[in-house]
């Protein structure tokens, strides 16, 4: 059985920064292209960014552009997901996937194949 377990989540003041982490077990994650969403109350899943297999392609949302990283440790079954200059806006419950990589390209959530359960990130002015 494939699990996702997202950590790093919690209150930081905007500007700040956090480390998001997502540990798999179940299945061995060094072929899979994987991403991060999150969904802020009231709101629609978004897409946040994805990285391929091997790291070597990474793309971003453009309102976390320059201020987010995603990486991965595939010796380790982990991504991370690198937060900077946090805004009140990044608050959301911050879900990682795995999922084919043009369904991840294409932001579509729809199209994932493994979730997490998600962990809250909330940002304060």
């Known amino acids: 059985q494939v699990q996702l377990v997202e950590s790093g989540g919690g209150l930081v003041q905007a500007g700040g920064s956090l480390r998001l982490s997502c540990a798999a077990s179940?299945?061995?994650?060094?072929?899979?292209?994987m991403g991060w969403f999150r969904q802020a109350p009231g709101k629609e899943r978004e897409f946040v960014a994805c990285?391929?297999?091997?790291?070597?392609?990474?793309y971003y949302t453009d309102s976390v552009e320059g201020r987010f990283t995603i990486s991965r440790d595939n010796a380790k079954n982990t991504l991370y997901l690198q937060m900077n200059s946090l805004k009140p806006e990044d608050t959301a419950v911050y879900y990682c996937?795995?999922?084919?990589?043009?369904?991840?390209?294409?932001?579509?959530?729809?199209?994932?194949?493994?979730w997490g359960k998600g962990t809250l990130v909330t940002v304060s002015s």
């Open positions: 996937a795995i999922g084919d990589w043009k369904n991840l390209r294409l932001s579509d959530y729809h199209g994932m194949d493994y």
């Open positions: 990285i391929s297999w091997s790291g070597g392609s990474t």
């Open positions: 179940g299945r061995t994650i060094s072929s899979d292209s």
